[in-house]
């Protein structure tokens, strides 16, 4: 550790010991908001209006496609879905200026957390921070957060998702601002909500109260990860970049690995070895750093193959057209759900390929920690699911 890194982090410890001293005001809990008790918390309220979602899915999920050996792993008997999947939410309405947006979270009356119900209070970062001061907005403001904010898969995933609720009931128009959180936005954000009809000057990403506070609670199956359902991924292909520009120009990559990038988790360790198993059979190697989300619609958009390690990178899958093979490739020690069920819903064909062990692992480390590991990909059974998917030169 630097001696800047040993100064800052002792000035944090002075800072917080002096808030605490002067009884600055922490949360005082969590409420687990869902459709069964929003009612009983806020149902009797004059300045609150309670409104929930329920979606059945019509289509059944399609089961994944993979090798036999990679049936059973490591660490759990995990099993993809072959349920239909739904989309449940209960969204606030409320005229009440002592609600506050911060830390990444709406904070109510009484300085308790809304949140999701499946989360524990003591994961979440706010629960260790301190409220501050808020400025006053004169309109509406919706929530639009997380508590990785930033993060594109979660940007995809769990917060513009948010929009279907408050569209559908308020109508876009009638909404003033978007509170993303407290910090530095991204591109992607500006770029995404700017495509969508949203300009620069709507979004908030500091302390703020409202004289219309919105917030919108999505169900997420703990179980499954981000299990997007048919009516989310309709909305988003309905209001995300159209893919066109490569389709256009004539430089389309029809097979694409899309490769990790610039990242300290999940890294193709050989990957050296893969691309000379795949440049053969046509395949381009690509990440999406520094590329624009239009970009990433367009890559997506034009592949008719697509090979990756599990991450953020293919949700992008929601651009692709029917028919795409998708192959998502894990860690030996983890399988996760979330590009299975956008995949699903942009009528592709999925498969997935377990990676070989890079080190032994203890069966009590977090499913964060599985989910980091980095992958080493077997070549042979790389050809092999390649026969599986019927991806040869000629294709």
Known sequence: MSLEEVVQKIAKRVVRAFKLLTFQPRPR???????????????????????????????????????????????????????????????????????????????????????????????????????????????????????LFCHYGHWLQTQLPLLLSYWETFGKENIDYYYIGDGTTKDFVEESLQYMGISKEKIINFPCSADRSLISIKYRDPDHG??????????????????????????????????????????????????????????????????????????????????????????????????????????PDYLEASNFFIANHSRCEYYYLLGEKTRDVKEDISISERNDLDVIVNVEKLLKLCALARVDQSN
């Not at 300290?264 to 795949?278: H, S």
């Open 226 to 331: 981000f299990k997007m359902d048919g009516h989310t991924h309709s909305f988003l292909k309905r209001v995300l970049f159209k893919p066109n520009s490569y389709q256009q120009n004539g430089s389309a990559l029809k097979k694409i690995f899309v490769t990790r990038g610039n990242v300290k988790i999940r890294r193709e360790l050989n990957l050296a070895d893969i691309k000379q198993v795949l440049a053969p059979l046509g395949f381009h190697f690509l990440s999406m750093d520094g590329k624009t989300m239009q970009q990433e619609a367009d890559i997506f958009g034009s592949a008719d193959v697509i090979f990756a390690v599990h991450g953020s990178a293919l949700h992008n899958v929601i651009f692709s057209r029917p028919g795409t093979k998708v192959v998502e490739i894990f860690a």
């Open 29 to 147: 809990g969590m409420v687990r908001l869902n459709l069964e008790n929003a009612q009983s918390l806020y149902g009797k309220r004059g300045d609150v209006v309670i409104h929930s979602f329920h979606r059945e899915d019509s289509a059944p999920l399609i089961p994944p496609k993979n090798l036999p050996e990679d049936i059973n792993f490591g660490y759990s008997k995990f099993q993809f879905p072959k349920v239909k999947s739904s989309y449940s939410a209960v969204l606030l309405d409320i005229r009440n200026p002592k609600f506050t947006f911060q830390q990444n979270h709406l904070i109510d009356d009484d300085g308790r957390v809304l949140y999701e119900p499946k989360v524990r209070f003591e994961d979440l970062p706010i629960s260790h921070q301190f409220l501050v001061p808020t400025k006053k907005i004169e309109g509406t403001v919706a929530y639009l957060s997380n508590t």
